[in-house]
């Protein structure tokens, strides 16, 4: 009899493990359509989108507003982009650019950063500066490469000029915000905690900033590669190769395919980062609970 026991026992345990193991699996295959789904939701109207530019195109290229040779279709101007894709000279492009936009985007990264804290902090500093930043945003970049290029010569220090100067005040204005918007309940728990100096903006105030801040430094991004196109079209440093010189060397050649394939590259790049900065602000809001989803 305990031996039957013992065996019922054994069976009744390995029919609940059955059990639970059904849930489980039919929640994993949900939870993967539900994935999927969610790409694919937010995958079509990009896909829609690109379909109806692409079609706007060709129907202003068939109507005749300018002649092929300069104004070409999708048909011609899509090889073209996908031959230049396999050759290593536009990699060696891409690769000088993006390291240009993202050494220039780190220097305005500390410098917005130590202006936006500064700022936030000395509110006789803010008066005397804060419309100066603003007014910074506003300037166009190209505005600054003369000036640039009278100090620095025609060089990489000229380029980074003024891609600090464009991100830095959307960096810096960003933060400020932020901090701005930092509960007062949060400043004084963080005073009951103990935390001073360094650690109060580490642990407290700039990860309460961050929703904020984000949006700055989305913003800032943009103001630097702006700025960088700009300059790699303006400051041509011994015939380096670069997006930009790439762009100026087919409007020289007058080569409208190759052009207009390269002013595609630098859209497809734009709204990548875009689209980085999209999920780490939705991740951000998630996480302090500003979104439901």
């Known amino acids: 009899m305990p031996d039957t026991d013992v065996r019922d026992d054994r069976r009744r ?9 059904q849930p489980r699996r039919g929640t994993g295959e949900r939870s993967a359509a539900e994935t999927a789904g969610r790409i694919w939701a937010a995958t079509w109207p990009k896909l829609a989108a690109v379909a109806l530019v692409l079609l706007a195109w060709q129907a202003v290229v068939w109507s005749g507003w300018r002649t092929e040779f300069v104004f070409p279709g999708p048909d011609r101007v899509l090889p073209t982009l996908f031959r230049e894709i396999t050759t290593p000279e536009f990699w ?9 936009a993202l050494t220039g985007f780190a220097l305005a990264l500390v410098v917005g950063v130590i202006i936006g ?12 500066i804060g419309s100066l930043i603003t007014g910074l945003q506003t300037m166009p970049s190209i505005v600054w490469f003369p000036f640039a290029m009278l100090l620095y010569g025609i060089s990489e220090s000229a380029i980074m000029f003024v891609i600090v100067l464009g991100a830095a005040p959307s960096i810096a204005g960003g933060l400020t915000s932020g901090i701005d918007y930092v509960s007062p309940s949060l400043l004084r728990a963080g005073q009951v905690m103990g935390l001073r100096g360094v650690q109060r903006y580490t642990v407290l105030i700039i990860p309460a900033a961050l929703p904020m801040f984000v949006t700055g430094l989305k913003q800032g ?26 762009l100026s060397q087919a409007r020289q050649l007058n080569d409208a395919e190759r052009l207009l394939s390269y002013i595609i590259i630098v859209l497809v790049v734009g709204i990548v980062i ?9 991740a951000l809001r998630r996480r302090w609970g500003i979104t439901g989803s």
């Open 221 to 246: 991004w943009a103001f630097a590669w702006r700025s960088l196109m700009a300059g790699e079209l303006l400051v041509i440093i011994n015939q380096q190769n670069s997006i930009g010189w790439a």
């Open 117 to 128: 804290i500064a700022v936030s902090q000395f509110k006789p500093l803010r008066v005397a």
């Open 92 to 100: 060696e492009a891409v690769q000088v650019t993006m390291r240009r």
């Open 274 to 282: 875009d689209v980085f900065f999209n999920w780490a602000d939705r």
């Open 13 to 21: 345990v390995r029919g609940l493990d059955a059990l639970e193991l």
